[in-house]
């Protein structure tokens, strides 16, 4: 069983910078592929950004595309996404997750088994 703790979130102006990390402990962290999803009141958990187990590929929807960097360091068993020019749009609960590696790689929330208790970005305008 993986455990996850996000920190890192908080409040900043639009054009601001946050960066968020998320730590795992419990199992083999380069098992699993990570992902970072968000959840804006009102509105369905959506993913920002997937890293395989290796760190080899990537994904980013689109809205994030150019703005987010989403990074992994398995020696420190810790995810990252370092997020730039921030819009308000951005402001959500951020959730860090693993999907065990033998599931393959996917980005829908009900594709990955462990969940962090999120960490609250806002943006402000």
């Known amino acids: 069983q993986v455990q996850l703790v996000e920190s890192g979130g908080g409040l900043v102006q639009a054009g601001g910078s946050l960066s968020v990390s998320c730590a795992a402990s419990?199992?083999?962290?380069?098992?699993?592929?990570m992902g970072w999803f968000r959840q804006a009141p009102g509105k369905e958990r959506e993913i920002v950004a997937g890293?395989?187990?290796?760190?080899?590929?990537?994904y980013y929807t689109d809205s994030v595309k150019g703005r987010f960097t989403i990074s992994r360091d398995n020696a420190k068993n810790t995810v990252y996404l370092q997020m730039n020019n921030l819009k308000p749009e951005d402001t959500a609960v951020y959730y860090c997750?693993?999907?065990?590696?033998?599931?393959?790689?996917?980005?829908?929330?009900?594709?990955?088994?462990?969940w962090g208790q999120g960490t609250q970005v806002t943006v402000s305008s």
């Open positions: 997750a693993a999907q065990q590696t033998i599931r393959g790689w996917g980005t829908a929330f009900n594709e990955y088994d462990y």
């Open positions: 890293i395989t187990w290796s760190g080899g590929r990537i």
């Open positions: 419990g199992g083999t962290f380069s098992s699993y592929n």
